[in-house]
């Protein structure tokens, strides 16, 4: 059975950091891209970061490059999301997802998803 397990998320004040967690089973990790998305009510599911299956290669949409980062590790499954100098407009539920693809960017190119984390950064 095929779990991704987000964890970490909560309430912080703005400046403040949190790392969120994504626990992978059931498929073979190493062959799959892993994605964070997030979204707030109303508008659609964003991708924030991801880094590929095939050569490890990172992308960040521009809101979040120098504060976030996104790492893997194999030996765990586990994928991560540090998230640095949150700020109020990244408040919002967060999701990991994998898909054996390259376009990155793109939620359709996911398989699996988790059921998300909420996380709220306060002023």
Do not use: H
Request: proline share 2%; with cysteine; aromatic share 14%.
């Amino acid at each position: 059975q095929v779990q991704l397990v987000e964890s970490g998320g909560g309430l912080v004040q703005a400046g403040g950091s949190l790392r969120l967690s994504c626990a992978a089973s059931g498929f073979t990790f190493s062959s799959y891209t892993i994605g964070w998305f997030r979204q707030v009510p109303g508008k659609e599911r964003e991708v924030v970061a991801a880094i590929l299956w095939r050569n490890w290669r990172i992308y960040y949409i521009d809101s979040v490059k120098e504060r976030f980062s996104i790492s893997r590790d194999g030996a765990k499954n586990t994928a991560y999301l540090q998230m640095n100098s949150l700020k109020r407009e990244d408040t919002a539920v967060y999701y990991c997802a994998a898909g054996p693809t390259s376009e990155w960017s793109k939620p359709e190119a996911y398989e699996y998803w988790g059921q998300g984390t909420q996380v709220t950064v306060s002023s």
